[in-house]
């Protein structure tokens, strides 16, 4: 290390664990929300090295929605395992049949903003302080105005037009009672940044993520993982595909995308070739411009 | 296109008036750089249409919360990304209109660059001041004063040069290393990614190139060793039972095995005996990296301190002499005390005295106010509870910073750069 150069990777990395640390010494009790995507994944990671040779200190939160990919739940189990950490699942479902939320109906149904109640539901009953998502600015429009820490006030609501300033590498989590911050870590890491290093790094994905044949629903332009919780159409057409995806998140809003990939090496050469962001194929952020704003104003993650 | 390891990382910030084309040139940066996605230029497309404009509107690719696309401006601070094989970029892209003074500071506190566009029709402006100063005062150690809308002045040179010759007269007041100039047409792409063919005059180099240009690396103060300790890694486990890890980012310097430091506000010394990096052990490390150092002795270090070199130590002090920028929309209250947030310290302070608010239209110091409102920015001076330990901003950004939260509300209501 002579020349004292600092790559992208480096630095993004040297920031994001900043981030974590600053959390852990602000907080009292912080959760580390977990999807079992490849974004939260990293997130993991970086904690992993931020705490070396101690224990991640936060708790893992898992807001299941009932719709799950089973190899989503069958990696995060196991990474829970590795890491000895504590996991808590929130179950959106428990908030369907106690009539805290309504269930969306309709072709298209899906129980994404549904989340958004058990999260915080979830967040008040174990208070937690700070909730740790692994949401990068370059996601999507509103997403690009979030701060590392966000403040959240007593019913979990974002305010676009009201955030403190941050500045510099200073964080101010100060917050009055039953008010939570949400904290960002990989704010400023993009797609292509996560997937090389994750590549660099050798870290280990769920296997949705790579090239597979499974059956599929072809909707329009959507291509969904055919499953119990998809409502067929009559212009849908079900057949087998080779796939794979770009995004985990619920069978019932997760598009797929017909990809050979099959090592991280030629995943990266399809994104940086790739003629779609990541969430264009995630039929929540369609609904509307707006949509993503809306959501988060409530209180989504 | 498999890079990525290799390349650097530059943060800039873009400044503007209202109406200088600031996210069109953004739009149009990531646009030609081919940084665009498809859904992405979907999107504005069907947007142009409905407002009945004939080409593609790249200034609707930045403009991000709901309510600016109704008002047709930007309100906040947004970072956009965008990367060539040569770097990858982070813009702070804040909004250029006068009650938003705080945002462009916010944007600037992290930049190593500033974009300043000027409109060609109209020349340097109070508000090409404005920012230029803000650049300064921030300590931004690139400027790229891009005059826009060339297109609308015929490509002339002779406007050019009056308006690169009466930025320079100005700036030469400024504290500003280096900066350069650029003729350019963000609406039409001329010398932002391609050299322009209506500008045959101008033998510099291309916005994009100039990015990719800039010296980064060579910023960092390799010098002065500075750690602020964010906190104590204790493992207390089996394998790690006496384990004491001072974890925090290096703010400047370089830091090796068995050098001598001394942790302050304390004045103890020790040697360090174990540095760890992100991926294991290391002989040496440097600013910015992430780590935690094992020092040979027992010291009492906790979350606030800093370590730095024996031979080569911070100021230490109670009294601060600040230029503040207000931003709260509550002025601020000479006989409140604010949490003072510096490096990873906190404690409480009194801001005594204003000397002077910038009058930011003429550059000038206005004296005898012994006030400050939101968006203003003023010299002060600052009693805290427990001793800072500092550098002067001008030397260190890191370890000369710091933000004022409000007792009640915990508002981030000013930030500072100390003298």
């Known amino acids: ?26 907080f009292e009790n912080p959760c580390l929300l977990f999807s079992g995507g490849k974004d939260s994944i990293l997130v993991a990671h970086l904690a992993k090295k931020a705490f070396y040779p101690s224990k991640i200190p936060f708790t893992f939160l898992h807001i299941d929605t009932g719709h799950n990919f089973i190899e989503t739940i069958d990696f995060r189990d196991k990474l829970v395992n590795e890491l000895a950490v504590n996991l808590l699942v929130g179950s959106v479902q428990q908030s369907i049949d106690e009539g805290k939320v309504i269930e969306e109906k309709g072709q298209n149904a899906s129980r994404n903003r549904a989340q958004s109640v058990t999260l915080l539901e979830s967040i008040e009953k174990n208070k937690f302080d700070a909730a740790i998502g692994g949401a990068r600015r370059d996601e999507e429009k509103a997403r690009a105005k979030e701060r590392f820490f966000s403040h959240r006030d007593d019913f979990g609501q974002w305010n676009p037009k009201n955030q403190r300033p941050e500045l510099w590498n200073i964080f101010n989590g100060k917050k009055q009672l039953g008010e939570h911050f949400r904290i960002f870590p990989i704010s400023n890491w993009t797609e292509m940044d996560v997937w090389n290093y994750i590549l660099r790094e050798k870290i280990e994905l769920p296997s949705l993520y790579f090239s597979h044949e499974r059956e599929v629903v072809i909707r329009e332009d959507m291509i969904l993982a055919n499953s119990e919780f998809i409502k067929p159409l009559t212009n849908d057409v079900v057949k087998n595909e080779i796939v794979r995806f770009r995004t985990i998140g619920d069978l019932t809003i997760t598009g797929a995308v017909r990809s050979t990939a099959i090592t991280l090496q030629e995943i990266i050469n399809e994104v940086s070739m790739a003629r779609e962001t990541e969430r264009g194929n995630r039929a929540d952020d369609q609904r509307s411009e707006a949509s993503m704003e809306e959501r988060k104003k409530e209180g989504y993650f | 296109m498999t890079r990525g390891n290799k390349i650097e990382l530059l943060r800039f910030t873009t400044a503007g008036s209202v109406d200088d084309g600031k996210s069109t040139l953004i739009g149009r940066l990531l646009y030609d750089s081919k940084s665009i996605f498809e859904d992405q230029l979907k999107a504005i497309e069907k947007t142009s249409e409905r407002r009945g404009l004939k080409s593609i509107d790249l200034s609707l690719l930045t403009d991000g919360l ?26 702070a892209d804040s909004p250029g209109h006068i009650q938003y003074t705080r945002n462009m500071v916010t944007g600037a506190s992290t930049a190593n660059a500033a974009l ?5 029709r109209k020349g340097v402006v109070e508000q090409t001041k404005r920012h230029s100063y803000l650049a300064s005062l921030l300590q931004i150690q690139h400027v790229i004063v891009c005059v826009n809308k060339m297109d609308l002045v015929e490509f002339n040179e002779d406007i050019y040069e009056e308006i690169i010759q009466s930025y320079r ?37 291309t916005l994009l190139y100039s990015l990719e240009n800039i010296p980064v690396s060579n910023d960092f103060n390799k010098l002065d060793f500075r750690f ?192």
């Open chain 1, 1 to 26: 290390m002579s020349s004292y150069i600092f790559t992208h990777l480096d630095e993004l990395e040297s920031e994001s664990i900043f981030v974590l640390r600053e959390t852990f010494a602000q």
């Open chain 2, 228 to 419: 602020p300790v964010q906190t104590v890694i204790r493992p207390k486990s089996a394998d790690f039972h006496d384990f004491r890890g001072y974890a925090g980012r290096i703010s400047s310097g370089i830091v090796r095995k068995n050098d001598e430091v001394v942790a302050l506000p304390s004045g103890l010394t020790s040697k360090v005996i174990a540095i760890h990096g992100p991926n294991g052990l290391v002989d040496e490390a440097f600013a910015p990296m992430s780590v935690s150092i094992e020092l040979e002795d027992d010291l009492d270090i906790s979350r606030g301190n800093l370590i730095s070199k024996v031979n080569n130590t911070p100021n230490i002090s109670q009294e601060l002499d600040a230029m503040i920028c207000w931003m709260d929309s509550k002025p601020l209250n000479l006989t409140a005390k604010y949490f003072i947030r510096h490096t990873t310290h906190e404690a409480k302070c009194l801001i005594k005295e204003v000397v002077y608010v910038m009058d930011l239209n003429e550059l000038k110091r206005v004296e005898g106010l012994n006030n400050l409102k939101m968006n203003e920015i003023g010299r002060v001076k600052i009693k805290t509870t427990q001793p800072i330990i500092y550098d002067s901003y001008r030397k260190n950004k890191t370890t000369g910073s710091f933000i004022l939260v409000e007792e009640g509300s915990f508002n981030t209501v000013a930030s500072g750069m100390i003298i």
């Open chain 2, 116 to 120: 300043i566009l000027v409109d060609a």
């Open chain 2, 169 to 205: 007269d100005f700036a030469s007041k400024l504290d500003i290393k280096d900066f350069d100039f650029i003729p350019i047409s963000a609406l039409l792409g001329d010398n932002v990614v391609d050299k322009s063919k209506n500008m045959g005059w101008y033998n510099g180099p």
């Open chain 2, 66 to 91: 709901k309510d600016e696309r109704e008002q047709g401006i930007t309100i906040d601070v947004a970072y956009r990304y965008f990367s060539t094989p040569k770097r990858k970029f982070i813009i």
